[in-house]
């Protein structure tokens, strides 16, 4: 049966373990649909690229912010970058819902399987468990408390420092405050206990 949907028609594929866009291995070979398996083999095949392809998008970015150019010049760059970042948005659109991962304790996990696949996968195989628990974050609460205090601070110290050197600043410093803020704030998130959602079927391994 597919993970994906529990489809008796399958095609087994070799899916990327974690969603890191130019990696292709470590992999795990799973049982997809036909038509998620046309998607995630599409994927493995361009990943590699996406490097390269994000390097083209930040140049194209910081031409049409910094660099003074004519209005067709810098239209083209933000249409090169738009255009690249959507491009991408719609082939890892094409990625299942199950990708498998590690956990940092070691486990591989395969979330968001079908309720009654998982159930076969139980029987079939003894190794395999079911758990409706969060998936653990990738560090320790401590971890995501210490770079939020620093990342909050770091906005407040900029912010004081912007505003009282007595000069005009560089825009994109100005830029930097509300993004360290705001990553800030996003890591104080991550630092708070996890509640169960909606049940999430995974597979560690033996």
């Known amino acids: 049966m597919a993970v994906t949907d529990g489809a ?35 994927y493995v ?44 948005l719609l082939v890892r659109r094409g990625l299942p819902r199950q990708i498998p991962y590690r956990t940092r304790f070691g486990d591989l996990r395969i ?21 409706d628990e969060p998936p653990p974050r990738p560090h320790s609460r401590r971890f995501y408390a210490g770079w939020s205090v620093g990342l909050v601070a770091a906005a407040i110290g900029l912010t004081v420092v912007l505003a009282n050197d007595g000069r005009e600043d560089f825009i994109l410093f100005w830029v930097l405050v509300p993004v360290l803020f705001v990553a800030g704030v ?3 998130l991550k630092a708070q206990p996890q509640s169960k959602a909606d049940p999430r079927w995974t597979w560690p391994p033996t």
Do not use: C, H, Y
Not at 12 to 36: H, I, K, M, N, Y
Not at 61 to 67: I, N, P
């Open 186 to 188: 996003s890591m104080a």
């Open 45 to 88: 095949q361009l990943a590699p690229w996406s490097l390269l392809t994000g390097l083209v998008t930040l140049v194209a970015w910081l031409a049409a912010v910094l660099v003074d150019v004519t209005p067709s010049i810098r239209l083209t760059a933000v249409v090169v970058a738009g255009a690249d970042q959507l491009v991408w």
């Open 111 to 131: 979330p968001e399987v079908p309720a009654e696949v998982a159930q076969q996968w139980i029987s079939q195989n003894p190794g395999v468990t079911a758990t």
């Open 8 to 42: 008796a028609d399958l095609e087994w594929v070799e899916v990327p373990v974690g969603r890191w866009a130019f990696q292709r291995r470590p992999s795990q070979r799973l049982p997809l649909d036909p038509r998620t398996a046309k998607r995630t083999r599409r």
